[in-house]
């Protein structure tokens, strides 16, 4: 899975994820995370239960595209998001080694 999309997220955006990644990412690390507040105006807040130290941090478009990308290791983070043009987005998060991914939508209003 390294450098590659979260098998997730190319299930949203309609492209089809290999079946081994699939299962390879979710036998590896278990990542659950809630994205609050959906729809988000001025902040996304986004919390993390999993059994890794970091993890990588992307918000994309639904193109594919990168807007926002951070490495963090606390549980909870909150990003600004009042900077962000309005619509639909996928946030993506990942183990640092790049074994697991969990990925939620979010509407930014």
């Given at each position: 899975?390294?450098?590659?999309?979260?098998?997730?997220t190319?299930?949203?955006?309609?492209?089809?994820?290999p079946?081994?990644?699939?299962?390879?990412?979710?036998a590896?690390?278990?990542?659950?995370?809630?994205?609050?507040?959906?729809?988000?105006?001025?902040?996304i807040?986004?919390?993390?239960?999993?059994?890794?130290?970091?993890?990588?941090?992307?918000?994309k478009?639904?193109?594919?595209q990168?807007?926002?990308?951070?490495?963090f290791?606390?549980?909870?983070?909150?990003?600004?998001?009042?900077?962000?043009?309005?619509?639909?987005?996928?946030?993506?998060?990942?183990?640092?080694?790049?074994?697991?991914?969990?990925?939620?939508?979010?509407?930014?209003q």
């Amino acid at each position: 899975m390294k450098g590659a999309q979260c098998p997730e997220t190319e299930t949203l955006l309609g492209q089809k994820p290999p079946v081994q990644e699939t299962k390879k990412a979710i036998a590896e690390d278990n990542i659950k995370m809630s994205v609050f507040p959906n729809p988000a105006r001025n902040e996304i807040n986004i919390k993390i239960t999993g059994t890794r130290e970091k993890y990588l941090l992307r918000i994309k478009n639904l193109m594919g595209q990168s807007i926002y990308e951070q490495q963090f290791s606390e549980k909870q983070m909150k990003i600004d998001s009042s900077q962000f043009p309005k619509g639909f987005f996928l946030v993506e998060v990942s183990t640092i080694e790049d074994t697991a991914c969990r990925t939620e939508k979010v509407v930014i209003q």
